[in-house]
Structure formats: structure tokens, C-alpha cells
């Protein structure tokens, strides 16, 4: 389909632990990006944002709204497609220019795609599909595996997220927080080398937003890398290994969780941080 | 009405019945069919980013909302020979009405389309797909839900524009009514139970519309 060389996936049906690997030769970091910039109109969303991820490692981004941080984290598959700078997961690097267009476009976005899956806020599973069908979809009808066996590793996966016996049912019998695990059962079917989540437990109720956060952690225990946008602080404090403070459209912060949220050297990310506990 | 014209309406039953299944029906069926085909493809070129697509997609469209059906219809039969193009009545009518179904039953396949929320083809995207898997798997099953009752509309109002192929010849359910009433003057005894046809034809469709929706919205809370 894409071109794209692969570091051996495992094969069991059980595969569906941390694909680390990619990390390539020297260390060389999972996940980079440098340079990416991103208007909107007059608006300048992203103004140079350069960061990396290890294989295996969470990574955090936190800031107000209208840092910036969603649109680093769709620009990671190309939902936002930035003016400038360059992506690279694993070994699929795409540098993103005005020059790039149209269908190159298009392959280059596809072939970066395929590197991760993704979670939404409003979960986005397909609402005409049950469960299991969510989940096999793009094992299936994408990547063209074998059925029975995407079956099989869809039911291990809907184990994994608590919910294998909801498998014949459609999204809306769900409750938010059943289609959100869902929605992580689908985003890591298609074997990604990184997970993406943009805020997933934004829209839930406060009472489902533990379950969620707990298959993440879970999934960050079993060694997934992850990407994460996020007002869950204590999520961030307890699975993240990078926290990244972003504001204006730049890191104006970043290192390990410890650092930048119980001591940041900031005084905008100190301002940040006290609002969230103490909103009013 | 007198005994004759209840035995003339007697009479006309088998007729009508088979200007209905011979004629308006299958009519309706192969031009509802390829309308919604040639529909889908010119809903997909008025959402495309070709903006060549996009202006041609718009003409087609003005041009059929824009004139007569009957005209339409009249332009295809007797304009094409003109142009060297010879056509059986029922083509003829075929083709027009095709035409007429794409040019509506576009805009409602495009503003389904458009009611599928955008993060369905974003979640599409992250799996992997691309354009035409998107549509093919994703949104065009949504916006079927959607696009039922209004193409319902299509239908049936397709049902009662295939009376204006009478008008060139072609032998459907007014057709036969007008050729039964001709000769006895009985226009308000044919034209009725030629009316009443029309009228179950419809309802039996509208009755397919409740299930379809029913059976489409199966999946959606409400």
C-alpha cells in the first residue's frame, strides 16, 4: 500500500502489546518533529514546535486552549496539514511545505497515517457498525488481514479495554466511556507504532473518566507509545514521562512531569496550573 | 354514472393494470436507477476540490431545475434526430427522466453527504483509508439514513412525471387511459381509476419508505 518498511510486528494474536522497535540504530527517537509551523488565516496557530518521543514513552501535552497542542497532535497524521517542518514516525518522514500538495500530499499523509491510530474527544466510532466490526474495520477492509484473525485480535483487544462482551453491540447502547475504550480498542487494531489521544476524556462524564484513564495507563504500562492531549493532571503526573507546556503556539516547558508541574520555571505555566486547581 | 360506463371502467381495469406494470412502472424503475447513479456522481463532483468538477456539476444542475421536465422530455425526443440520433419513445423518456433524477436527487445525496459529521471521515483517516473507502464504507451508509425520506420524494413524484411520457408516445397508465377514453368520451370515469393507480403505486412505495427508515435508523439512539 504505502512503502512503508516495518521493524517486525509480532505475530500472536496477543500482539497487540507495546510494538516498540523503530527505535533504529543509536537510540534514534520513536517519534520527531522540527520546525512545524501552522496558520489559519491570519492566525498563527504554530510557530516553530521541535519535540521527540522515545519508543515505549507517554508524552504529555498540556497548555490552554488555543496553545496549539490539538494541532501538534493532528498534525502527528496530518488531519492539520502545517505549513512548514517536518514529521518523522518510525521510518516515515514527511516534510511538510506549500509545494507539497494534492496528491503527493495525499500519499505522504497516508503512508504517515498508517504509523498511528488515533483517539478523539467525541469518540468518532462509525455509529452503522457494532463493536467488533469498529474494531476490525481497518485491520480488515485497510490492511487486508486475514478476517478471522482480525477477529480474534479485535476480541483480545475489547478484552483488554473490559469490554469483549459488548462486541455485538452498536456504539449508541454504549455509555461514554465504554465507546471512548472502544474507541482505543480501534485506534490500536491497526498495529500502530504510536497512539494518539486528543483530550479523550474531555467530553465524558466526571464519573467515566477514571475507566478511561485506567486502560490508558494500562496501555502505557505495557510499554505503548503514547502522545497525549490532556487537562488530567494527575493522569499526567502518574504515566507521563514528558510533559510538554505549550502556550501561544510554542513549548514555552518541557521535561519530566515532576519537573514542569510541581515546579515549573514559568510563571505562565505556574498561572496555568494554579487555574486548573483553582478555577475560580 | 350508468351501467355502461361501469362496464366501460370494468373493462379498462386489465389495460390500466398493464399500462401500469408494462409501462409507468418500469419506467420508473430504470430511470430512478440511473438517476440516483448518475445522482451520486454529481453530488461527489459538487464536493470535489476539482474546481472544474465542481462548475460543471453546478450547470448540469441549473440547467435541470432551471427548465420544464415536459420540455426536457420534448428536447430529447425530437431535438436528438436532429442531431442524427434516433430514439424509440421509451429511451427517450428514460434517458430525460434520468436526467431529471440526477439533477435533484444531487443535491439531496450532497447535503447527506455533508450531514455525516466531519470526525467520521477523520476516524476513517486514522485507520487508514482513503477517499473512495471512506465513502464507500463510512459516510455514504450515513447519509443513506438521511437521504431516504427526501429521495422518497424523488421517487414518487417520478411515479406521477412519467405521465408526461404520453406526451411522446410512449404507452404507460395515462397513455392507455387516454386511448380507452378517447373513442367513448368517458375522460372522467379513465382519468379516475388512472388516478387511483397512481395512488396505490404511492402508497405501496410509501409504505417501502416507513420500512427502510425504520430498518436505517435501527442503529441510532434517539
Known amino acids: 500500500m504505502s512503502g512503508v518498511s516495518r521493524v517486525d510486528e509480532p505475530e500472536d494474536a496477543d500482539g497487540v502489546g507495546g510494538v516498540d522497535g523503530a527505535g533504529g540504530p543509536g537510540g534514534r527517537a520513536l517519534l520527531e518533529v522540527r520546525g512545524l509551523r501552522k496558520s489559519f488565516g491570519d492566525h498563527e496557530v504554530l510557530r516553530g514546535i521541535d519535540a521527540s518521543a522515545a519508543s515505549g514513552t507517554v508524552t504529555v501535552l498540556i497548555g490552554p486552549s488555543g496553545s496549539g497542542k490539538t494541532t501538534v497532535l493532528r498534525s502527528l497524521n496530518a488531519l492539520e496539514v502545517p505549513d512548514a517542518g517536518t514529521v518523522r514516525i518510525g521510518d516515515v518522514a514527511v516534510e511538510f511545505s506549500p509545494a507539497l500538495r494534492g496528491r503527493a500530499l495525499q500519499r505522504a499523509a497516508t503512508r504517515l497515517r498508517a504509523q498511528s491510530g488515533m483517539v478523539f474527544q467525541s469518540h468518532n466510532l462509525f455509529p452503522h457498525l457494532s463493536v467488533l466490526a469498529n474494531v476490525m474495520e481497518g485491520p480488515v477492509v485497510v490492511q487486508g488481514r486475514p478476517r478471522e484473525q482480525a477477529r480474534a485480535e479485535a476480541m483480545v483487544l475489547l478484552e483488554r479495554v473490559g469490554l469483549a462482551e459488548k462486541a455485538g453491540q452498536h456504539p449508541f447502547q454504549l455509555s461514554g466511556g465504554q465507546q471512548q475504550r472502544v474507541g482505543i480498542a480501534r485506534a490500536l487494531a491497526i498495529r500502530p507504532q504510536i497512539v494518539l489521544f486528543d483530550e479523550p476524556t474531555s467530553a465524558l462524564d466526571p464519573e467515566l473518566v477514571g475507566e478511561v484513564l485506567a486502560v490508558m495507563k494500562d496501555l502505557a504500562d505495557q510499554g505503548w507509545t503514547m502522545v497525549v492531549v490532556t487537562h488530567e493532571m494527575r493522569f499526567a503526573r502518574r504515566v507521563a514521562d514528558r510533559v510538554l507546556f505549550l502556550d501561544g503556539g510554542v513549548i514555552l516547558e518541557q521535561g519530566p512531569p515532576a519537573a514542569v508541574l510541581e515546579d515549573p520555571r514559568e510563571e505562565r505555566t505556574r498561572r496555568f496550573l494554579r487555574r486548573l486547581v483553582d478555577p475560580i | ?222
Not at chain 2, 21 to 33: D, E, N, Y
Not at chain 2, 49 to 54: E, H, K, T
Not at chain 2, 180 to 186: N, S
Request: aromatic share 10%; with cysteine; glycine share 6%.
Open chain 2, 1 to 222: 354514472m350508468d351501467q355502461g360506463t361501469w362496464q366501460l371502467v370494468l373493462d379498462s381495469l386489465g389495460p390500466l393494470l398493464s399500462g401500469t406494470v408494462r409501462g409507468t412502472i418500469p419506467l420508473t424503475a430504470a430511470s430512478f436507477a440511473l438517476g440516483l447513479v448518475l445522482a451520486l456522481l454529481v453530488a461527489l463532483m459538487r464536493l470535489s476540490s476539482v474546481g472544474v468538477l465542481r462548475a460543471v456539476a453546478r450547470f448540469y444542475v441549473s440547467i435541470i431545475r432551471g427548465t420544464p421536465l415536459l420540455v426536457q422530455l420534448f428536447l430529447i425526443y425530437y431535438a436528438l434526430p436532429e442531431f442524427g440520433a434516433t430514439w424509440d419513445p421509451f429511451p427517450s423518456a428514460v434517458v430525460a427522466f434520468s436526467l431529471n433524477v440526477g439533477g435533484y436527487a444531487s443535491e439531496v445525496i450532497r447535503s447527506a453527504i455533508l450531514s455525516v459529521p466531519r470526525g467520521q471521515t477523520e476516524a476513517a483517516l486514522t485507520i487508514g483509508m482513503g477517499y473512495a473507502t471512506t465513502m464507500r464504507r463510512i459516510v455514504l451508509p450515513q447519509a443513506a439514513r438521511v437521504a431516504v425520506p427526501p429521495l422518497s420524494n424523488t421517487l414518487i413524484s417520478l411515479v406521477k412525471d412519467t405521465s408526461l411520457a404520453s406526451s411522446i408516445q410512449v404507452v404507460e397508465l395515462l397513455r392507455k387511459a387516454s386511448e380507452i377514453a378517447a373513442p367513448t368520451y368517458e375522460f372522467f370515469a379513465l382519468y379516475g381509476v388512472a388516478a387511483i393507480y397512481y395512488w396505490v403505486v404511492c402508497l405501496v412505495l410509501s409504505f417501502a419508505q416507513t420500512r427502510a427508515e425504520t430498518r436505517l435508523n435501527k442503529h441510532v439512539a434517539r
